[in-house]
């Protein structure tokens, strides 16, 4: 039975007026917050003014209606679970409706009992769901950082997700493009359906197309049967297309046919396919500048253009080496049959002093590389790629003294502490934040080099 603590608020819309009457009654003596109504009218008014939890639908009104019902309840509340009525010769529309996003579908002639078993799965789902997204939105938030720039980007990606908008990300290589874009996915009313993945730089231009839209049997040599194209393997869900600055005019162009149109021809065939598909591109190039040199289409790019996030680079997000290096050493610990449990100080030093040229893809590959060499259950700096313990990149240079030559690195960790604890007025909390150390390891390493407590 269900807790009126928090009661679940039910709409029974059903054509029949004594079954939506009773099935109201045992939904409310489970302990649901219901109402009723027995035309398309009443669905579309309570609708539109109030959120339902559960929407027990009649298909026979749908029927009745001058709109889609289904798709105008999923447009009020995509977080609205549908439960469908339906009688045997409209099994075709109830499983349009599950296409729709519907979540179960009944005969019109089922037991009010077995409507209520329908909705207390419904409840049941819709609560795994929440947990779920709250812990994916609580991990996401680690892995990305907290500067002020990635919160601009997670604000974006909670206000865009909830739309069709197409979505453009643009980024150096490997600042976790495709991770952004499963977000906005995830977070979306397609979160349920395919997420489709494709590079356009690592194709051909004759196979880029043929990946993405298709191709008929005899369309070119090798085409020996029909190929569904990823456009129709992503329908009803979301294609990520990466490196789309590295597209050829001709796809260009057949991409800008979907996107207006949402119609595909696959390659070789005179018949037009539709397709209901959310585009999320990503590049690294300047698009605004190959459009203006003519190498991408202006129209494509402000189709593309809609809503536009702008991904930090990782030297910019510093915050997000505390999360995100244990959650690579745990991959890496799997995927390489290593109990390795984290980096000893000297070691998250060197790291937090790299420059990260090639962003979290590169960070992941240097941690990947230290767990696989550990000997130990914490990383060392031997273990450590060359370009980390050298100081690579432009934040970090080589140290050295004019009197003394090449320093210790026992000496470049006195002088980092120095300068840190300086830059931040000998605040001892922040400075031990921004070296990724706790406050009493960095006590004791100022007590060991004799730096004054100021």
């Known amino acids: 039975m269900q807790s009126t603590e928090s009661a679940i608020r039910v709409l029974v819309a059903c054509a029949e007026i004594d079954y939506g009457a009773a099935l109201a009654d045992f939904l409310g003596y489970s302990g649901y917050e219901v109402e009723r109504c027995h035309d398309a009218p009443g669905v579309l008014r309570l609708v539109s003014q109030r959120t339902f939890d559960i929407l027990v639908l009649d298909l026979e009104l749908d029927e009745a209606a001058d ?40 005969p019109r002639t089922s037991a009010p009992s077995d409507v209520a078993l329908a909705v207390d799965k419904s409840v049941h789902s819709r609560h ?13 938030e680690q892995l ?21 908008s197409t979505v453009l990300l643009l980024g150096e290589s490997g600042t976790g493009k495709e991770v952004l874009a499963h977000a906005v996915h995830r977070l979306s009313r397609r979160g349920k359906r395919s997420f489709v993945a494709i590079n356009c730089a ?6 880029l197309e043929s990946e993405m839209f298709g191709h008929v049997k005899g369309a070119f040599t090798g085409a020996e049967q029909d190929k569904r194209g990823l456009f129709e393997e992503a329908d009803g869900g979301t294609l990520f297309l990466d490196e789309i600055g590295d597209m050829s005019p001709i796809t260009q162009a057949k991409l800008l046919r979907v996107l207006q149109n949402g119609e595909m021809r696959p390659v070789g065939s005179s018949v037009s396919l539709k397709v209901d598909v959310r585009v999320i591109a990503a590049t690294n190039r300047d698009l605004e500048e190959a ?22 680079p990782l030297r910019e997000r ?5 999360a995100l290096i244990p959650h690579f050493i745990h991959r890496a610990n799997q995927r390489y049959g290593k109990k390795v449990r984290g980096m000893d100080d000297h070691a998250t030093s060197l790291i937090m ?7 979290v893809r590169e960070l992941e590959s240097i941690v990947g590389h230290a767990v696989i060499m550990a000997d130990e259950d914490l990383i060392r700096p031997r273990d450590l790629p ?31 502490i120095r300068e840190v604890l300086a830059r931040l007025s000998g605040n001892q909390s922040l400075t031990a934040k921004k070296l990724g150390i706790s406050r009493s390891t960095l006590w004791r390493k100022m007590k060991e080099y004799g730096i004054e407590r100021a």
């Open 144 to 164: 990305v950082g907290r500067t002020e720039a990635m919160g601009r980007v997670v604000e974006l990606i909670r206000k865009v997700a909830p739309t069709d």
């Open 318 to 322: 510093m915050d997000a080496l505390p």
């Open 353 to 359: 002093h790299y420059d990260f040229p090639g962003n």
């Open 202 to 207: 690592a194709l051909p231009e004759a196979l």
């Open 386 to 416: 060359e370009q980390v313990c050298r100081g690579g990149g432009k934040r970090l240079q080589l140290p050295y003294h004019a009197e003394a030559g090449i320093l210790t690195l026992s000496e470049v960790e006195e002088r980092y």
């Open 128 to 140: 795994l769901a929440e947990r779920v997204d709250e812990y994916e939105e609580s991990v996401f």
């Open 67 to 106: 709109i889609d019902l289904v798709t105008f309840a999923r447009e009020q509340n995509s977080a609205t679970q549908l439960i469908l009525l339906f009688d045997m010769d409209r099994i075709e529309r109830a499983i349009e409706g599950i296409r729709q996003g519907a979540h179960f579908y009944l």
């Open 291 to 312: 459009v203006a040199r003519n190498a991408f289409r202006e129209d494509l790019y402000f189709r593309l253009n809609m809503v536009t996030i702008r991904i930090p």
